[in-house]
């Protein structure tokens, strides 16, 4: 046998070996407890997206599904475990932008996002919404814009924080409108909501769900929503969008995500299970409560998301100069 046949046999009994070795690993999969890690802390969105999949996982599979916090350094502690974890399927990982958002702002992370995990599913997004305070005469993009625009260095607003996707959906509206705004960034979304619902500061932008009885009771009002759909829990809040500023989506987002070389039947097996545990109503409604709209996506259009979100953040990144606290 040729050289040059010999080593193209050997390659197509590797490739066989490993396509046997994932296929029967998936066949088995899970022969044990899983670990859902979630690198931020307890009582957020993420965190409850992991705790919601995680016990119907636990039913389903009827094998043990641990969560693990493991919050710190903006989520790269978390991320590093399972970028650090065997390719097996036993520990996973529940993102959200907060990792892209991390890498526009610093350059780099510990990791390669693209080469060091592997995604599996889209679980689902959270809008951001702008609100202002009723007495601010502020109730759509319109007004916010005239109102910006009568104010010397123009209008100052809450966000989350600098380099929170709140901070980057402000960004992206100042160029949009080509108005001028002034950022006040809080440690938090919280202290910002606080803030607007009692009048310290007009306009604050956050995670719509942090608003959503704010809005109902009329404390605060809506200018709008930062995603291409409507916010499930307030469909009369048009988007911004819809209010002219075309395109315009950006959401944070919810995803699980493994080790790197995940076997590709096992990255399936998660994610057809995930997929259909999603569209039972009983999670549809507690993770809308959670204020998650499911928007699931297989392993292909997760990945088309976070790049196209990575290529996006670096570019508001850039044009606003970003820096990080």
């Known amino acids: 046998m040729s050289p040059l046949r010999s080593a193209w046999w050997r390659r197509m009994v590797t490739i066989a070996l490993g396509l046997g070795t994932g296929l029967a690993l998936a066949q088995t999969y899970p022969a044990r407890e899983v670990r859902l890690v979630v690198p931020y802390s307890a009582g957020g969105s993420s965190d409850v997206v992991a705790r919601v999949i995680g016990g119907e996982l636990q039913r389903l599979w009827n094998k043990p599904v641990v969560v693990e916090n493991k919050a710190g350094a903006s989520g790269n502690i978390g ?3 399972v970028v650090r974890a065997a390719p097996d399927g036993y520990t ?7 990792m892209l958002t991390n890498l526009a702002l610093q350059g780099k992370l510990p990791y390669d996002h693209q080469s060091d995990l592997t995604p599996i599913l889209l679980v689902g997004v959270t809008p951001l919404m702008i ?16 109102a910006s625009r009568q104010r010397a260095g123009g209008l100052s ?4 924080g600098v380099g929170s996707p709140a901070h980057f959906v402000m960004e992206l509206f100042r160029q949009k409108t080509r108005i001028e705004l002034q950022q006040i960034g809080y440690r938090g979304c919280a202290p ?3 803030d ?5 500061i007009p306009v604050a932008a956050v995670s719509a769900n942090l608003v959503l009885a704010h809005v109902k009771s ?3 009002r809506a200018v709008g929503v930062s995603s291409a759909q409507r916010y499930a829990a307030l469909p009369d809040v048009p988007t911004l969008a819809e209010q002219g500023l075309q395109p315009f989506d950006l959401s944070t987002w919810k995803a699980l995500m493994g080790p790197a070389r995940l076997p590709d039947a096992v990255v399936q097996k998660i994610g057809q299970d995930v997929g259909h545990l999603l569209k039972t109503p009983s999670v549809i409604a507690t993770l809308e409560q959670a204020g998650v709209d499911i928007q699931t996506g297989d392993a292909a259009a997760l990945a088309r998301v976070i790049e196209a979100d990575a290529t996006r953040y670096r570019e ?6 970003l820096r990080p606290n």
């Open 218 to 220: 009329g404390r605060l």
């Open 192 to 194: 910002a909501v606080v």
């Open 196 to 200: 607007v619902v009692s009048g310290q």
């Open 316 to 321: 508001l990144a850039a044009a606003a100069t």
């Open 157 to 160: 607003y809450g966000s989350c």
């Open 92 to 98: 996973l990982l529940v993102q959200n932008d907060t």
């Open 131 to 146: 609100v202002a305070h009723p007495a601010s005469g502020i109730n759509d993009v319109a007004s916010l814009v005239a």
């Open 79 to 81: 991320s590093m475990e």
